[in-house]
């Protein structure tokens, strides 16, 4: 895993504590910003790991979480531990994950039942529970999904492929493509409805 396992930063940068290394690294010092990843690489990516093991959706989770602390440190006031907040910023990026996850995979009304959810206030952990409960049982439905229809809803909804592109690949018309979608969008809102109705 590629990350940022090799960044360098100088002897002054690592002596500095925390706080006066936030400051540098929201005024905008990148060298600052590199030696606080390096700090915090090992505690973002425990994080990471409890949410989902696969390296590929590690590596973008880690680097979407690094990329708003570098745009986003500005709104940590120093009211609580940093990594409390970098916690959030974890959570809020896993959250973001699973909703265009959501998306992709033709569920019904994701933003609804998200926005439900952020609203009844749940603690941090209940809440990834769910969400990894929820991100399970999508891999599932899609897994159970006939052969004929799994294959398009991978190549459209994880791979991104276009109706011609996978037409072309599965040897099938662009109607026949759309045909399997929606009926496999139909099968995953039955199988998956428990997730999403109040």
Not at 76 to 98: D, H, Q, R
Not at 145 to 167: C, F, M, Q
């Amino acid at each position: 895993m590629k990350l940022w396992k090799n960044i360098k930063t100088s002897d002054d940068l690592q002596q500095l504590d925390e706080k006066e290394l936030i400051r540098q690294v929201q005024k905008g010092d990148v060298k600052s910003f590199d030696e606080l990843v390096r700090r915090y690489t090992l505690f973002v990516m425990k994080h990471i790991r409890k949410l989902n093991g696969e390296e590929e959706i590690m590596e973008e989770l880690f680097q979407n979480v690094f990329i708003t602390v570098y745009y986003k440190i500005e709104t940590y006031k120093g009211e609580g531990p940093f990594s409390a907040w970098l916690s959030t910023v974890v959570s809020n990026e896993w959250k973001m994950y699973l909703r265009n996850l959501v998306k992709r995979h033709f569920i019904p009304n994701p933003e609804e039942e998200l926005e439900r959810m952020e609203r009844s206030g749940r603690a941090t952990m209940e809440e990834t529970m769910e969400y990894r409960e929820i991100s399970r049982a999508v891999e599932a439905a899609i897994r159970d999904l006939p052969v004929h229809y799994r294959k398009v809803v991978e190549k459209a909804a994880l791979e991104g492929k276009s109706y011609e592109s996978i037409a072309e690949e599965l040897e099938l018309t662009s109607g026949q493509v759309k045909s399997r979608l929606f009926r496999a969008r139909k099968m995953l809102e039955e199988m998956l409805k428990d997730y999403f109705e109040e």
